[in-house]
T-cell receptor
């Protein structure tokens, strides 16, 4: 039973355009959400997070949107750059619970020059 | 530039052999996690520690896997005996709380 789902295994966009990566969750106890980026042969690196008390968090070219009623979050990258090509993992946790993160299976983003 | 280190980076072994993976968490981080990444399951949490005490190892096959923190600078994950289905990339991560910092991983192949 997957609690965090990334339904698109891959996404390809043109350099300069917007990349939108999606994530759905089923556990209503989740109240903290994160995105990690992973390059080949490296460990995942933290990108951006959002608490359930917000619906948007922005950091430079990266914005995460949270729709609690739909149990859906998305990561927007604008403008996309070739260096953004990586696998992006969505993760969720319940702050009041423990530090355990539940990860989605990832979406491989390719940004074409 | 503080980072999580893992050794070895790659390991090829034969079925039935013991495998030990090591992790040095970032100094000052009191929570350490072990994950396994496979194509089918994605990133799965195997076990985690807080202040060196095991908090949750429910993701780990108990009969063959064991995880320990002999001291604050070393975490180990052991598989004995190893099986071909254990082939995966094993990541260690440390963090103050939800924001976890991952090591580069140990790529394990069991023949």
């Amino acid at each position: 039973d997957q609690q965090v789902k990334q339904n698109s295994p891959s996404l390809s966009v043109q350099e300069g355009r917007i990349s939108i990566l999606n994530c759905d969750y089923t556990n209503s106890m989740f109240d903290y959400f994160l995105w990690y980026k992973k390059y080949p042969a490296e460990g995942p690196t933290f990108l951006i997070s959002i608490s359930s008390i917000k619906d948007k968090n922005e950091d430079g070219r990266f914005t995460v949107f949270l729709n609690k009623s739909a149990k859906h979050l998305s990561l927007h990258i604008v403008p996309s750059q070739p260096g953004d090509s990586a696998v992006y993992f969505c993760a969720a946790s319940s702050i009041g619970g423990s530090e355990k993160l539940v990860f989605g299976k990832g979406t491989k983003l390719t940004v074409n020059p | 530039d503080a980072r999580v280190t893992q050794t070895p980076r790659h390991k090829v072994t034969e079925m039935g052999q013991e495998v030990t993976m090591r992790c040095q968490p970032i100094l000052g981080h009191n929570t350490v996690f072990w994950y396994r990444q496979t194509m089918m399951q994605g990133l799965e949490l195997l076990a985690y520690f807080r202040n060196r005490a095991p908090l949750d190892d429910s993701g780990m096959p108990k009969d063959r896997f064991s995880a320990e923190m002999p001291d604050a600078t070393l975490a180990t994950l052991k598989i004995q005996p190893s099986e071909p289905r254990d082939s995966a990339v094993y990541f260690c991560a440390s963090g103050p709380q939800e924001t976890q910092y991952f090591g580069p991983g140990t790529r394990l192949l069991v023949l």
